[in-house]
């Protein structure tokens, strides 16, 4: 079975600080691993995946996450955060594409992005 | 293209009442799910369909739940009767291909309340 832990319910940061967001996960095989983000009263949006192919992984708005598979962790950051950062991010973990059944989602609890002026 | 629209948006309902949510899939796409969030339980998979077929509803959480898709372009979430225990944002998404690392595109949501 799969499962991803989002080891903060919470994060909070100073606007212009680095930000951190941890996942670590379990799976039998090599997975997908995705990051989502869902601003208040509004649907996910994907962030970035990763999918076997490069361990540092780059998507929108200057996040990146890097898949090490020997600590089974999939952390997100950013370098500098903003107040448009501000967010629940949900780090998400699918089988890989041979198994057939990739499309079964399993989500992280999530992690609330509180950012500070 | 407007991506994955559901109505209603926000909806408040007496228990036993039934509830119809809806939604309109990002055209071209052939996948579709249902996510229920919660505070308590997170964001859970409760069914989902390729071309229309109902691949998977192990997570509908009992029978008083049920979701058809009778056309590429429109799927209902129904409960009935409505129970308080019920009361949560339920998720519609759409992907191209079933197969693959499915980059899901997520609808605003339905926030259901049952008092």
């Known amino acids: 079975a799969q499962s991803v832990t989002q080891l903060d319910s919470h994060v909070s940061v100073s606007e212009g600080t680095p930000v951190l967001l941890r996942c670590n996960y379990s799976s039998s095989y090599s997975p997908s691993l995705f990051w989502y983000v869902q601003h208040p009263n509004k649907g996910l949006q994907l962030l970035l995946k990763?999918?076997?192919?490069?361990?540092l992984v780059k998507g929108i708005n200057g996040f990146e996450a890097e898949f090490k598979k020997s600590e089974t962790s999939f952390h997100l950051t950013k370098p500098s955060a903003h107040m448009s950062d501000a967010a629940e991010y949900f780090c998400v973990v699918s089988d890989p594409v041979w198994t057939g059944t990739a499309s079964k989602l399993t989500f992280g609890t999530g992690t609330r992005l509180q950012v500070t002026l | 293209d407007a991506g994955v629209i559901q109505s209603p948006r926000h909806e408040v309902t007496e228990m036993g009442q039934e509830v119809t949510l809806r939604c309109k899939p990002i055209?071209?796409?052939?996948?579709l799910f249902w996510y229920r969030q919660t505070m308590m339980r997170g964001l859970e998979l409760l069914i989902y369909?390729?071309?229309?077929?109902?691949?998977?509803d192990s997570g509908m959480p009992e029978d008083r739940f049920s979701a058809k898709m009778p056309n590429a372009s429109f799927s209902t979430l129904k409960i009935q009767p409505s129970e308080p225990r019920d009361s949560a944002v339920y998720f519609c998404a759409s992907s191209l291909g079933l197969r693959g690392a499915n980059v899901l595109t997520f609808g605003a949501g339905s926030r259901l309340t049952v008092l």
């Open positions: 055209s071209g796409h052939n996948s």
């Open positions: 369909f390729n071309n229309n077929v109902p691949i998977d």
């Open positions: 990763y999918t076997s192919a490069a361990t």
